[in-house]
């Protein structure tokens, strides 16, 4: 067998390479503290109270509406470490760079990650640059790493969320939902990735969809201080459909949610119906979903509406012991299973 597009894709061909081979290989029972494992797939790992993860970014082309592979890059990891509760400290970041590489976009690219990170209040402090013969890479690879730490906010948020049901563990892990939990989205879906596929194949949608590209730790903190939620990821490749499916299978609960309570903005809708593509599938960059006790709902999403990045934030559904899987109730009253997408039908976006 070879590796195809479709193994990294983020939807199940990847998870299949993923847990059949890539664990396979990696798995080992360390001696340290592991209390999120490489086996726990979730959005970052925690050793000894540290938070960490890494992420490769691949995006084609490197410059696209809305942002470039630099606010990608800083984003993507300051996110994964946010969405586990993890106040986010600090990034490394590796390129490699094709030979013959303008100097000139290289310094728009170090000119947004450096934006980004003051945006994001997280500072890069380690790195490493690699070059490589122009016919052995498309443009340049940027790889960030980061740490992040437990924070008083996320003790804050487990304790309310106690006040309400049992609650094990200490991070927001995708296996925390429950039945009744109220499943919450930032604000609309799939405008990263028609952007970019709008933007590469020319089809004229990026005039009015850009990428949502940007770091969410401070809207994430201040849902936190709000208090009630249980889990939260985002939805990056494999889209809201992957993230609602990650949270049903590692949970063991049914999710029910609403089509016409999902934000998607019409030019987004319109691109998906002349591609044939699912928005629900599509790669996000600036979004998350939170499973949230219900007491908690109107208030998290009250919090997360009076943020910048949250305005659009919706309830979009709820854990239910009723459902297998993902069902969507769709506008027309009927009932469609929300699958974990195949492959991506946009690749290349992060
Ligand atoms: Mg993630």
Redesign the pocket.
């Known amino acids: 067998m070879k590796i195809t597009m479709a193994h990294g894709a983020g939807g199940e061909a990847m998870q299949r390479l993923i847990k059949n081979v890539i664990l396979k290989h990696l798995s080992f029972n360390p001696k340290i503290s592991v209390e999120v494992a490489l086996e726990d797939l979730d959005?970052s790992a925690v050793v000894e109270d540290i938070v960490f993860t890494t992420d490769a970014h691949t995006v084609k082309p490197l410059f696209f509406p809305g942002g470039d592979i630099g606010v990608l890059s800083v984003s993507g990891t300051v996110?994964?470490l946010a969405?586990m509760g993890a106040e986010p400290l600090a990034l490394s970041s590796s390129f490699v760079i094709a030979e013959g590489f303008p100097l000139e976009d290289f310094e728009k690219i170090l000119e947004s990650m450096r934006q980004t990170c003051e945006r994001a209040g997280v500072p890069i402090v380690t790195g490493d640059t690699k070059v490589v013969e122009r016919n052995a890479l498309d443009g340049m690879i940027v790889t960030t790493a980061g740490v992040g730490r437990r924070s008083e906010s996320l003790d804050r948020n487990i304790a309310v969320v106690r006040k309400h049901r049992e609650f094990e563990g200490r991070w927001l892990k995708d296996s925390n939902v429950q039945d009744g939990d109220v499943i919450i989205v930032s604000g609309s879906v799939g405008d990263h990735g028609v952007a970019i596929l709008s933007f590469r194949e020319g089809y004229g949608f990026e005039s009015e969809v850009c990428s949502d590209v940007k770091p969410l730790n401070k809207m994430i903190e201040r849902a936190l201080q709000e208090g009630g939620i249980v889990a939260m990821?985002?939805p990056?490749r494999g889209g809201l459909a992957n993230a609602l499916n990650e949270f049903a299978a590692k949970s063991g609960v049914g999710i029910e949610i609403f089509e016409d309570r999902i934000p998607i903005k019409e030019a987004v809708r319109a691109a998906c119906e002349m591609l044939g593509i699912d928005a629900l599938e599509i790669g996000n960059e600036g979004k998350i979903v939170l499973a949230v006790v219900r007491e908690c709902a109107d208030a998290i999403l009250q919090a997360l509406r009076e943020t910048e990045e949250g305005r659009d934030a919706e309830i979009i559904g709820y854990a239910s012991k009723g459902v297998r899987g993902v069902v969507m109730r769709t506008s027309v009253g009927g009932r469609k299973i929300v699958e974990p997408p195949l492959g991506d039908p946009v690749p290349r976006i992060c």
Request: aromatic content about 0%; hydrophobic content about 15%.
């Open positions: 959005d996110n994964d969405v990821k985002d990056t």
